[in-house]
Structures are given as structure tokens and as C-alpha cells.
């Protein structure tokens, strides 16, 4: 019997002079034995496309998953990569700091003193060569005079010897 109301069919159907099988306009299905189904149509769709929808979210959260666990131990080999750098960078550090400390205590040692010394008469050097040639030549006129002049005494004396002495 179709029935406008859920409460007409459940009169019909739970009359005990009637007992007869009751279905509702919504679609509602009552039965003298107790039992109700139906109602209104289901709005989700076929429980068959949610099925397909879980596997494939089961199967991206797996492959999600996987590649979770492959850039953990990408972020694990890069941590060991990472603490082998800090321990070099801090190595670089102390020798660094190192260097500079010997540089200042060589900086007023006698290395230090001598190689400034060094330096200094580098650059005088050149003037010095320059003196040098000068009192160089200097010296060349001053024996060349002295040679004249003494060239010049001897034959004087020769001349004296040979003519002075006749007088």
C-alpha cells in the first residue's frame, strides 16, 4: 500500500488487523515484520566510486609516504654533510685566528726588524750606485792628474839632471 506519511504507513503496517507491506511517497519501505528501509534517495553516489576514491588516496598517501622517507634520509645525509662543515668552518677559524696572532708577534721580531731594514736599503740602493759611479770617475780624473803631474815631475827632473846640473 503506498501511503502520503511515514505515520499512515506505520498505522497500516502495525495494525494487527491489517499487517499489510507500506511504502511512503519519500520511498520509506515499511514491512509488518519491523523492518524499514529506504527513505530518501542517497545524495553521496555509489559506494563503488568512494571505493575507487579510497584506493587512490591510499595509494597516493603510500607513494606520499615513500617519498616522506627518501628526503628524510636525503635530510639525514645532508645533516652529516652539514656537521662535517661546521667542524671544517671552525677549523678554518682557529688557524686563521692562529695565523693573525703569529703575524703580530713576528711583527715586532727581529725578522720583522731586518726585513724592514732590507727594504729600506733596497730603496737607497740606487742612489748608492749612483755615488758610486760618480766617485768612480772621479777617482779615474784624479789618478789620470796624479800620473800627468808625475809624467810631468820626471821629465822636469830628467831636464834638470840633464841641463841643470851645468849650470
Given at each position: ?114 726585513s724592514e731594514e732590507i727594504k729600506m736599503l733596497e730603496k737607497d740602493l740606487p742612489e748608492c750606485d749612483e755615488l758610486l759611479r760618480e ?33
Amino acid at each position: 500500500m503506498i501511503c502520503d506519511s511515514i505515520h499512515c504507513a506505520k498505522e497500516v503496517v502495525y495494525d494487527s488487523q491489517v499487517k499489510l507491506r507500506a511504502v511512503t511517497a519519500r520511498g520509506d519501505d515499511l514491512k509488518p515484520t519491523g523492518t524499514m528501509s529506504g527513505g530518501a534517495p542517497d545524495r553521496r553516489g555509489p559506494i563503488l566510486l568512494d571505493l575507487i576514491d579510497y584506493t587512490t588516496f591510499k595509494s597516493e598517501i603510500s607513494w606520499k609516504e615513500a617519498e616522506v622517507e627518501k628526503l628524510g634520509k636525503e635530510v639525514a645525509r645532508y645533516d652529516k654533510v652539514r656537521g662535517r662543515y661546521s667542524e671544517l668552518k671552525d677549523k678554518l677559524e682557529r688557524a686563521s685566528a692562529r695565523l693573525e696572532a703569529l703575524k703580530e708577534s713576528f711583527k715586532d721580531g727581529p725578522l720583522q726588524q731586518l726585513s724592514e731594514e732590507i727594504k729600506m736599503l733596497e730603496k737607497d740602493l740606487p742612489e748608492c750606485d749612483e755615488l758610486l759611479r760618480e766617485m768612480t770617475k772621479q777617482a779615474k780624473e784624479l789618478n789620470d792628474r796624479i800620473n800627468a803631474y808625475e809624467e810631468r815631475k820626471r821629465n822636469e827632473q830628467a831636464f834638470i839632471s840633464t841641463y841643470g846640473g851645468a849650470s
